[in-house]
């Protein structure tokens, strides 16, 4: 049987324009979840209600409240997965080595749950997540911040964190003719300190360079809500375990699965008013009355699934606004913990930084046991870091904190060594073959018949395509919804589902 390792490998080696180069060093085989049903190839007899095209945050939350809805009849849905796990773009690891879960992707939720949808489902599959309070959890590194308040940081942190709103209500106001984030940047002559949070605000999470970024797009996209909010929360048992429970029914649909079909990798799409058929790679049909297609913008617009007839032109030009940004993770292990008490979170607007400037301490509270700290490479970090070997990586990486925190170099020396290496993990996002990237972004000079901040909204309206729906990261949008995030994927599901049900309803009348 191959490892989920040799099966990414084998796909990357398909995938034309990717990297042969190494991109999942270190995760281990155990972080697949192999699919515990049967694999059944579709019989004539299967027409399904729904077929959702992808196991990620956004097709399992619709998968599920179409298949277990609380009141209405439930729906025949199949979830076509193409690689072996669920969960997409979140992909929890859970390896001894690090003595807990270990995100590689998705790993906060941004918002408060209770005002989401999310936090429902949270609540109902009985999931425990932890509130960290971002100021009191937070470092902020910047040039003479050894000798500002050194004993004080987390105060200082707190007064940083406070100006950055200030930076943001300054952004969320922009008005007038689109430009590059950097351009506008330029226009503000912030102080270097101002420059540096700012910049790091643009482009230290979201993907996207300060020349790609549009800020008509970023202002539609509304990163201030998500990105300077007092709190993030965090997934005890790991982001999988949620995506895990909710293949499962509840109460009424206690006992049931969700039919997840895995290793299917959806190549064609033929859809009209009357149903769908989608054909999969290893030559699979399937028929549906809907479908729902969650794969990200990458996936869609490296043409790796053609649609019949193919998409008309307004979401084609939806889809030229778009652009998928790279991230990567580094998640290293120390012997000793170099950085103070309680971080949870580590940012570095300073000017010499060689690597990257956003960490985060998976096990803030057990910080002296499991002393880990996950390294995120965003936009031109990742893409920098594309052709390093993973020795070179963390070298460099040691360096850096070597900058930081001095009174701990060389904190190489201070990695945990097992069998002469390194414990260690590096996750690639761009060399993933069925997500193609980490998140997708609004791209400045991309607009054409669809103004770029409705280009989101016309991704998702179904339509232009009779029959076939639109979920996923990127068609998550509205008042108070999010795109690039864990909740606004769920949203993105709940909202399709809806729209599906809608459809039945109204276009196959039950007799
Ligand atoms: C490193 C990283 C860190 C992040 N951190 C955070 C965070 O802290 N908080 C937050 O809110 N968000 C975060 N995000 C973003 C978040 O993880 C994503 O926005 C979200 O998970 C996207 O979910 P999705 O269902 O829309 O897409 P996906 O997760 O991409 O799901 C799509 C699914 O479709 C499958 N698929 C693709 N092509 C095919 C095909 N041809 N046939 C069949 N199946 C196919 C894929 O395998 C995948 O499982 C992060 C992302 C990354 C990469």
Redesign the pocket.
Known sequence: MNSRRDFLKKAIAGSAGLMAQEAFSKVPDSAAQLANQPQLPPTKEDLFDCIV???????ISAAKDLAFPAFEKRHKVVV????NR?????FTVNDNRFGGPIE???????VEPETFPIGNDIKDYGIKIKKIPRIFSGLLYYDGWEDDLKKEYQMLFQWKWTEMLTFARDIDSFEGPDMSAREWLNRKNYAPLGRGMVDLYFTGHPPGTLDQLSMKGFRADKYSEVELGWNEYQFVNGYNQFLNKMTQGRERHSGRKLDIRFG????KIKYSLGGVEVTTTDGNVYKAKTAII???VG?IKSG??TFDPPLPLEKMDALSCLEMGD?A?MVLKFKKRFWPKNTAFLNRVDSKHEMCRTFAAPFPDDDEKNVVMSC?FAGEEADKIKDMSDIEIIKALCRDFDKMFPHAAPVYNLLEVKNDEPTYMRYQ?SQNP??RG??SYLKLGTEKSVPIEKARRKLSLPQTTPGLFWG??ATATGEGIHP??????HF?GARVAAEVSQHLRLKFPQK
């Open positions: 095209i992808g196991g990620g945050m956004s097709g076509l997965e193409a690689s669920i969960g997409g773009r979140i590689m992707g998705g790993t906060f939720l941004h299917q990798v959806v190549e969650t794969a990200s996936v790796a699934i991230e993770k995120l996002w069925f997500t980490a998140d996923g990261e690039g995030c864990t909740h606004g994927a993105s």
